[in-house]
């Protein structure tokens, strides 16, 4: 689990004085002192960050303590830098503010340190990517360049920043740097040429000595010892911790990664190698024999090689180094320049073409790290600027860096104090005024346009005739005398005639942070900064172009008399351009203390840093943070930040932002004292109010985020879970479908089996029965066969028996008979044989009678046989007749249907397979197979013949129905009618035979027709006196017939339709017809038309269908007859048609016969 910290936690001390009780300077630094030894060399003043140098490196910058930092609230953990770059750089990246990191402090505080932490902490927490990484790079390694070129030992610092630095690094709205910009100010140049005891000249002199190698150093006509060269102090030349070899590869090595080409770090190590030659080149005096004191070089060798380097020809800056001429406007004056000014126009050389080729390089390192897109750019600026300075000999320099210095402490009091306190009267907080020393009065006696030091400088340089420094401290005493922070001996201000601290060449300013003694001397020289012209025309004219790049004032084209501007003025207006710059962003203030002189850890030299913390303000700082509060926030946003801390505000809040934080700050309890309600902000006193609020909105958000997860989880569950029910619900009903499909089938077959047996059973049970019943019906005839047999045997029997009975009866009686017969007979014949023939025919009579009644009794017991027999059969019969009803009559039916079915299918089948064609004249129909069938096979091929025909006419196009519909009009009105009419069958209605409107010739006719042409032919007129014909063209329209010569298309006639009574047609194969015309009609005038045309089949049709259509008048009425009559003029003419022998080919031939009669004989057609 993550370990919750907070500044709070675990302090040595107080982590921020703001927290300091009791508030005192003494528990101030004691406090500092106690942190210091701990290793804890951050230490907060509300939001300001105060470092101490440990001059010893600490485990506090790792990568993981940039994880540690980043994305936590500046109250959360122990001070660190790296909390205030989080700060900011959140502050950019979500809030869209640009923001200024101001690092001050005095020299080797751990300024440039300090930058180089907050850069490179920002590069680790911004994106990644091999563009942005790419970016960061550059941006990183521009540092070592500039340091190698602006930085030196100093005794303050063997690393001090010998120049002010701020840079701009530019963000895109994700918070990834897209570049930078450097701005540099004010290089220490007069170091170029000398440094002060202890001091070293510039990094990178000493690093292109001992760290180039031998070639390159050849090349640039260099040795590799310090001491050749005069520029380069000895007794420092070497320090200690500091590699210059290794260095100078950083440095080559950072040029290539920021984007200098070689021949551009050629060309720098040749400027810096012409700088140390320059500084080897030595003047002899020589006196003239007109008594002018003149210079020589002593040894030229230097001035060559440099000239060699430069590609400058020797004799011109030799003599530039001799003479020096001035242009007035119309005249130029040349002075030969003694030892003292030649030495004076070498080192200024030398200083301006050092801190010019530095100007250069901040500018060629910006063309490359500058931002390449143009979309707005989020800024954050790292201002890393010389601190304040207070040496034993203050000069031009020290004035100039103390003045910014007073600059950047006024935004600091402006933008911190004036403004807190502003605030809280603005806000109506109540507020207990804090009185603080505002140094605004100081920055005006500096840059006051009238009578500040600077303008005072610049207007005693610019005067004509004789300036000194001395002149110029005769100003400043008799202009700023009644300053109050100006103090000199020579002042008008009678208290500091005494004051032997003061020396006479001297002024003393008391600035904000102490006071400073500053000598004027070199105040005039500095200021003017003056390169002597033939110097710079001199480098114009070198064959190297960074050199003649450098020196533009040079070329002679350019000749500019007016003077270049002063370095105080060009630096008060950079400071200017400066603090408005800064004046827009959001300050971020990290105030870099030095603790001991010795540049050595673990010393806490109490005094030091006493003064520092007095002349930075820091107590006055901690006093207005404690009398006001460390934290304010408009209420919108405080709601929305913390509304999840109480139930009544979260998650909306419908009154006023205000109200609503009321009602918070009242549900978290928060003593009352703790917090103060402004006008639209709501002011907390403590930052551990504040940190309470932030880590209960911590917590809160821990819940948040859980509640989150937990509503997302159950959302994710629940799809989830929803899906699978959906799925299982698909699954299981496809499963129980399936199932019941299976069930089903189960039961199904189960069902027929049991039916089955159920059936059979039943079925069997049945058939036991009707077999019982059969036996019974058998059994019953059997028996009554056999009962019947047996009564037929037995009465057979008895009537046998009766028989035999009879028959012995007969027999006994006829022996008994004859017996007596015999008896009597022999009696009668004893008695009387008389008596013996009427006893003979006696028994004769008997036997005869007993013999017939056996007979008869024979005959009767046969017959009642026949019955038995008889009776038996029809009780088969009947039995028989009574299974039927019950078994065979059933099965008989469904056999039958069965088998009408299966007829039925094979029928439709079979029918199916060999239907005709799709044709309406295609006759076939397959042969029906069976008889019954034979009026549904017969409706069947109706119907589809019926459907065929539908079909086909359904395929029908507009114009091919309306040609049917034409040719079936035809038909209705030729059929049978006219002998033409079977030949025109075959010919297709074309209608526009003469193609009217594509002819060009009939396009003049075409026109004289307003109506659509239904027809265009050539017909023949006959005329009416001779019978003989005239070619013409024939047009039908829907309105008129119009008749027009074939030749030139002219109308000859135009018969109105109305007009047109009857057409008179022969029945034969001719192609006359008779235009009747309506009596007393215009048309009518010459009598009606008799034409004749092989399309007449056609002409008449589309004539009638004219007038079927037509609303108008009746219908045209079709005559077909041989005989009709027409009226030619006045007279009625008789045409006949004749059937004529087949002369003179086919034709038909016409002749008017008489008055009366024409006629057209028509050959006979075979
Ligand atoms: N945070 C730090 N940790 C370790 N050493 C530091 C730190 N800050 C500064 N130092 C040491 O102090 C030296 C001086 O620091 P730095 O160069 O930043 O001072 P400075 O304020 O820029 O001075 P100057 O105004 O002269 O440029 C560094 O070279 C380094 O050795
Ligand atoms: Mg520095």
């Known amino acids: ?118 850069m490179s902490y920002v590069a680790a927490v911004c994106g990644k990517g091999q563009e942005v990484n790419k970016v960061k790079e550059q941006l990183l390694q521009s540092n070592p360049v500039l340091e190698a070129f602006g930085n030196a030992k100093t005794v303050r610092n063997d690393n001090s920043s010998r120049f002010g630095k701020y840079m701009d690094i530019e963000f895109d709205f994700k918070g990834d740097p897209l570049g930078g910009v450097i701005s540099n100010y004010l290089l220490e140049k007069s170091r170029v040429v000398k440094q002060p005891r202890g001091e070293r000249n510039f990094h990178v002199f000493y690093q292109l000595l001992s760290g180039a190698s031998d070639d390159t150093l050849k090349k640039l006509r260099l040795h590799r010892d310090v001491s050749k060269y005069n520029y380069l102090s000895l007794d420092s030349a070497v320090v200690s911790g500091l590699d210059d070899a290794a260095n100078f590869r950083t440095v080559r090595n950072a040029m290539q990664i920021v984007g200098f080409m070689e021949d551009e770090v050629q060309s720098v190590l040749q400027l810096v190698a012409a700088v140390l030659k320059l500084g080897n080149i030595e003047f002899k005096p020589e006196s003239r024999c007109n008594g002018t004191d003149e210079s020589r070089i002593k040894d030229k060798n230097d001035l060559k090689e440099m000239c060699e380097l430069l590609g400058i020809e020797q004799s011109v800056l030799e003599r530039a180094f001799s003479y020096r001429t001035v242009e007035a406007k119309l005249e130029k004056v040349s002075t030969t320049l003694n030892v003292a000014q030649a030495y004076y126009a070498r080192d200024a050389l030398a200083k301006n073409l050092y801190s010019r080729l530095f100007t250069w390089l901040v500018t060629r390192i910006n063309e490359s790290i500058k931002a390449q897109t143009k979309t707005r750019h989020k800024v954050m600026g790292v201002l890393d600027i010389y601190g304040f300075e207070i040496f034993e000999d203050n000069s031009f320099e020290q004035f100039i860096i103390n003045y910014c210095n007073e600059k950047l402490q006024q935004i600091f009091i402006e933008l911190t104090l004036r403004e807190e306190q502003e605030e809280y009267v603005r806000e109506g907080i109540e507020w207990t005024n ?136 060009q630096f008060r207006a950079s400071v200017s351009t400066l603090m408005k710059n800064l004046q827009t962003k959001n300050p971020n203030y990290i105030r870099c203390i030095k603790p001991n002189d010795k540049k050595a850890p673990h010393i806490f030299t109490e005094s030091l840093i006493r003064h520092q913390v007095r002349y930075l303000g820091l107590m006055e700082n901690v006093r207005v943070r404690r009398a006001g509060y460390a934290f304010r926030q408009t209420y919108e946003p405080c709601l929305e930040r913390y509304k999840m801390l109480c139930k009544r505000t979260w998650p909306h809040w419908r009154g006023r932002a205000r109200e609503g934080v009321e009602v918070l700050m009242a549900d978290l309890q928060v003593p009352a004292e703790e917090f103060s309600y402004g006008r639209s902000k709501i002011f907390i006193r403590n930052p551990r109010t504040l940190f309470f609020l932030e880590e209960r909105r911590r917590q809160c958000l821990q819940d948040l985020a859980t509640l989150i997860q937990k509503i997302y989880r159950g959302w994710k569950c629940r799809s989830h879970f929803l899906l699978l029910k959906k799925s299982q619900i698909v699954v299981a009903a496809w499963y129980r479908r399936y199932a019941q499909q299976k069930k089903y089938q189960r039961i199904k077959s189960a069902t027929t089996v049991v039916q089955s047996y159920a059936r059979g059973w039943q079925a069997r049970k049945l058939l036991r029965e009707l077999k019982y019943q059969k036996r019974c019906e058998e059994a019953a005839t059997t028996i009554a066969a056999y009962w019947h047999g047996t009564q037929a045997r037995m009465e057979l029997r008895r009537l046998k028996q009766e028989a035999r009975s009879k028959h012995a009866v007969t027999v006994i009686w006829a022996y008994w008979q004859g017996t007596k017969a015999r008896r009597e007979l022999r009696q009668l014949k004893e008695e009387a044989r008389n008596k013996h023939a009427v006893s003979v025919i006696w028994a004769g009579w008997q036997g005869t009678k007993a013999r017939r009644e056996l007979r008869r009794l024979k005959e009767e017991a046969r017959r009642k046989h026949a019955v038995a027999v008889i009776w038996a059969y029809w009780q088969g019969l009947k039995v028989r007749r009574e299974y039927r009803k019950f078994f065979r009559a059933h099965a008989g039916k469904k056999i039958y249907d069965f088998t009408i079915q299966r007829i039925m299918q094979k029928y439709f089948l079979g029918l199916r397979n ?31 013949h019926l459907w065929r025909c539908k079909k086909y006419r359904s395929q029908f196009t507009e114009e091919r129905k309306a040609v049917y519909e034409e040719k079936l009009e035809a038909s209705e009105i030729f059929k049978d009618k006219k002998a033409l009419y079977p030949s025109s069958v075959s010919q297709p209605f074309k209608g526009d035979y003469l193609e009217i409107s594509k002819n060009p010739k009939y396009q003049k006719l075409n026109n004289a027709v307003d109506e659509k042409v239904l027809l265009a032919d050539v017909v023949n007129k006959i005329n009416r006196a001779n019978g003989k014909g005239t070619a013409r063209i024939f047009l039908p329209t829907k309105k008129s017939v119009v008749l027009a010569d074939q030749k030139t298309g002219q109308v000859k006639a135009s018969v109105p339709l109305p007009d047109l009574t009857s057409v008179s047609v022969s029945t034969q194969s001719d192609g006359f017809f008779a235009l009747k015309l309506k009596e007393g009609s215009a048309s009518a005038v010459k009598g009606d038309f008799l034409l004749s045309s092989e399309h007449l089949i056609e002409i008449i049709t589309k004539l009638h269908r004219i007038g079927a259509t037509a609303t108008d008048r009746e219908q045209l009425s079709i005559d077909i007859s041989d005989e009709f009559l027409v009226q030619f003029k006045q007279d009625k003419v008789c045409v006949k048609f004749v059937q004529g022998a087949p002369k003179n080919g086919n034709s038909v031939s016409c002749k008017r016969k008489n008055n009366r009669l024409l006629e057209v004989s028509v050959p006979a057609t075979a």
């Open 434 to 569: 804090i009185e603080y020393f505002n140094n605004a009065v100081i920055c005006d006696l500096i840059e006051n346009n009238k009578n500040g030091i600077l303008a005072m400088l610049d207007e005693e340089c610019l005067r004509p005739g004789t300036v000194t420094d001395e002149t110029f401290l005769d100003k400043l005493n008799t202009v700023c005398a009644e300053h109050q922070h100006f103090e000199s001996r020579l002042s008008k201000n009678s208290k500091f005639l005494t004051d032997h601290s003061l020396p006479h060449n001297c002024f003393r300013i008391q600035h904000y942070a102490g006071k400073v003694l500053y000598r004027v001397e070199g105040f005039m020289d500095k200021n003017n900064d003056l390169l002597y012209r033939d110097l710079s025309q001199a480098m114009y004219k070198a064959n190297h172009s960074l050199i003649k790049q450098l020196f533009p004032e040079g070329n002679p084209a350019k000749v500019n008399l007016k003077r270049p501007p002063t370095a105080g003025f």
């Open 914 to 944: 060999n239907l005709p064609s799709m044709s309406p004249i295609d006759k076939n129909w397959p042969a029906r197979t069976y008889l019954f069938l034979d009026g549904a096979h017969a409706e069947l091929r109706r119907i589809f």
């Open 1 to 118: 689990m993550e370990v919750k910290t907070s500044l709070l936690d675990n302090m040595i001390g107080v982590g921020d004085m703001v927290l300091l009780e009791p508030l005192s300077e003494d528990s101030f630094l004691e406090n500092l002192k106690k942190r210091f030894d701990h290793s804890e060399i951050y230490t907060y003043i509300g939001s300001v960050v105060i470092s101490m140098n440990p001059y010893r490196s600490l485990p506090i910058y790792t990568p993981d303590k940039v994880e540690e930092y980043r994305n936590r609230n500046f109250y959360e953990l122990s001070p660190h830098i790296y909390a205030l770059a989080d700060e900011a750089y959140r502050s950019l990246r979500d809030q869209d503010k640009d923001q200024c990191i101001l690092i001050t402090g005095e020299s080797g505080a751990g300024k440039t340190e300090a930058s180089k932490l907050v």
